[in-house]
């Protein structure tokens, strides 16, 4: 699912760009299916249909999707090893935002690396129980 | 045709009240445009001498190239008007009032009429006297978006309306936009919910416009900054473009636009503690600008 | 547009159109109620036409805007892409379908009403004259008054109070144009007056309609003030345009232009004398020029001459609906003008009176004048001045309550003046007077004497002319016998008091004595022309016509110097004038230079004929030896 925010840093149109790549690498979109019509994503997601466009064409351009006949849109053929590359570039920005929200407490890094590896094992243990 | 509207030095004054003086706008095509502003400055008045309801005193108006004015008609044939507050005539009835709208338009889809009034659950014997506020809305989109128009002007057509009625509403106007490819003027003081489709944004404040800027440039450039000092703060910051400044003790927290790197450099040699930057939502920027 | 703007407007004034249609039934049952009352049924229809439309009309077009402001639908209406004056005629027209139905509805009601069929005269409502119709009045008045309530509609969403103003503006704009007006009035040019109400009745409504379309197509509306204010400028702008515009076609067509009504023609010392409303002219025969001896306006053309001498009197108004009358005099010649007696001054004797007739004597040293409604002196009528202005001297005739009066002459060396007056018009008898009665006064004794009475139609007495000079004289008048039922001329001997009944075979209609006071022509209602001779004391001449017009006898009859007698020939477009001889056989005819469709008034003076057109009031003269026509007027 993509949900979007409004009050961050990040642009809608990137947003919808990371729910779609987060989509294509869970497994809940996969290669050559069809993407959502313009119009119903941005219904459904209530944004203006140029950011929907917008993002359809910088995934283009990136090469996760690709639009037949000017109509439909796909996922591509070879989205998967993309996205690869490109979630790791995505979570260095997620854990750059962790890492200023910290300092904006008056946390060292040393004090960082404890946290993130406390997390880790909660999660971990939990996670056992959830699954994949 | 690069600009689908083009307003000119417009200015208006109720007597000795001065709304606006020397309006500048330029609409272009397939955007979605929104105009901001506190309650009873101006965007009603400003959408009203667009739709020729009302004159201006002085200015110009270009629709499409054509020079348009008070008295000109055949632009609004493109034009499409949601109002604030939807008045009808009385003991009209859904049909009726369809039917009256389809005289006036030369390119009035009967059959889109049909669709919309389907699509929103209207009953064409209802008197619009018993409809609900929510269905009045409905009706006035059908209205205006069965004659596929160009522009659609929207003057704070939500305001009353509970949140999944709002909801339902935007989504219909995206539906249109994403169909169409209708500009969209969209006057509000829900800024939020602007947030998520606007492309461009006015802000009218006191009479002048503030703002005129690509959605996304604005927050870019508006930055929220906190600055703790350990020692006393300094009395002036020295960069301009402070838009709300307040002081807390050794905290200073500023709204800047536009923002750059140069300010950023120029807050850190101050020496602050702690040096913030924050983006803001549309609502913060808003009441950021109109809080001069 | 204007078919769905016709719907969207009969639905939101159907109440309006109820409440039409309820009064429908209510005049419908009172007039079948009151069937048989005349009176009840006039009132009835009265209000209907007086009260009822013109209130609904008022409110009608009071309505037109008030839906679209109370509900702010003026800016939804506004914001359609359409031009606002064509939203403004579409409602107009639609509201006026609303009005015709209406009318319709109640044009039907009166025609077909079995209580209202018999009767058409009840329609002749005493209030409205001979111009007005039911017809104009059941169409034309709603519509002026609806078209100005919708008008004013723009200014307010208050119908009583858009209705009321409305029905205010239409009475005061009536109040001023027949108060201005009524200098037309007073000089009975009503026709003229009627036109030109008619006009400004028809031009302002539609001044202030033009100027609502224009207000509607360039103000704000949001502004009600300024829409106001607007509206006023626009509306006094196009009602003076209008003024200038009926201004201007009241000149242009003359209808403002002083009649040139000729009154009176006299012959003295080979000049014509006569009166217009333009002033007094006098036509030298030696020079043949006509020249304008004074520019007064005289009223009714009163004029009198005498000796060297002309009396005349002039009426101007000041202030309101007064005017005062002025008995002026002057040489033939036009030198020496003076004014013998007035009637503004409040020291004068006849202070708030009004002259009408006057007559100067024959020697030109005397004019006498009746002088009615003088505050100041109730009981004497009858006034005689000297030509200096000297010697006022009233004259109690003992009648009470005279209708008019008819100045005859001076008679018996200046001694006596010989009058007719009437009594007052009986109520109900409009079309019969009673008898007039001949009067000889003495100007000495103030002595007062009937001569005669029962003298009907045409009124006219008059003495045989060398009368004036001898002692005895002869008056012909024409009196009615009751025995007889017929009006018998009569002439009557000053000296002997002798009445001698000339021709009682048939009525008389019209007299004539030639100008040697010795033959006397008449006119009977049989067509006949009668000479009598007073030498030979009996008629010498009795000849039936044919071929004659014999219309109003006393104008178209008349002697020549010669002893001819002249009369008008029947023929199409009235051209031909006849000369008759002694033997009453037709010896000349004369061609009239002009066309006229009316009668031409015709006078003799000497080897003259003077003829009145009366269609366009020229005055022209023949010379009976050379047969040639002037125009001297």
Redesign the interface.
Known sequence: MITIETSGFVPIYEQIKKGIKSEISLGVLKASQALPSIRDLAAELVVNPNTVARAYRELEHEGFICTRKGKASFVSENSSSLIQKDTVRMMEDVFDRAISEARKFGFDSAEIRRVVESRLKNQEKRGEGEGR | MSELLKITDLSKS??RHIVFSDLNMKLSP???YGLLGLNGEGKTTLI?IL?????ADRGKIRYKDSAVS??S?????E?G?I?E????????TVG?LL???A???RRWDGGRAEDLLKRFSLDKKARIKTLSRGMKLRLEMAVALAARPSLLVLDDPTSGLDVPTR?DF??DI??E???AGTTLLFSTHLV?EL?????HLFILHRGRLILDEEH?AV?NSVRRVRLNFQKDPPQNLGIDGILVESRDGQWIEVIIYPWSDDKKKKLEGFSPA?L?IE?L??EEIFRSFVAG | MLKRMIIKEWKEKSGLFLFALAGLVLFFVAFSVYSKDKDVLEILASTLLFIFLPIFSLLLGASGFSSEFQDGAWAYLFSRPVQKWRVWLAKYVSLFTILLVVIFLFTLLTKLHPALKPAPDTFNFPLVDEYMSFGILAFVLPLLLFTTAFSLSILSEKVHVVAFLAGLAWIVLQVAVTRAISPLLAREMVPSAFSLISLTSLLVPLSLALASLMTVGRTDFSQSKRRAWIYTKFAALFVLASICLIVLFALGTGRLRRERYVYNLEVCNNAFYFATERGFYKFDLAEEQTEKLARHPSMWGQMSMGGDKVAFVTYHYSGKWRGFADLRIMNTNGEEESSLVGTENQQSPLYGGFFYPIRVSPKGDRVAFIARYVPKSTTQELWVINSDGSGLKGYDLGIVDADFYRLISFGESERSLFLLCTGKIKPGSRYQRAGARLLRVNLDSGQVETLADQIRKPYVASLAPEATTPEAGLIAYIQYDEGMSREILIVLNLETLGKHQIYPEDSVVGFCWNKSGDKLAFLTANSKLGVFSTVEDKIVQIKELTGYDLRWPSQVLDWTSDGRLMLRKLEQAERLISLLDANLIEQKTIRLPFPSHYPPQIWTAGKYVIIENTENHQLWVLDLTTEKWIQIY
């Open positions: 109720f007597g397939g955007k979605v009203r739709l020729g309801v009302i004159p008070y008295r008609a055949a632009y609004k044939e034009v008007y109002p507050d939807p008045f009808f005539f009385g003991g009209m009726e039917d009256f709208n005289a006036f338009y909801h935007l989504q995206i539906r936009l994403a169909d939020h947030e998520r489709i606007v492309d996304e927050k702690l913030d983006p939502t549309l």
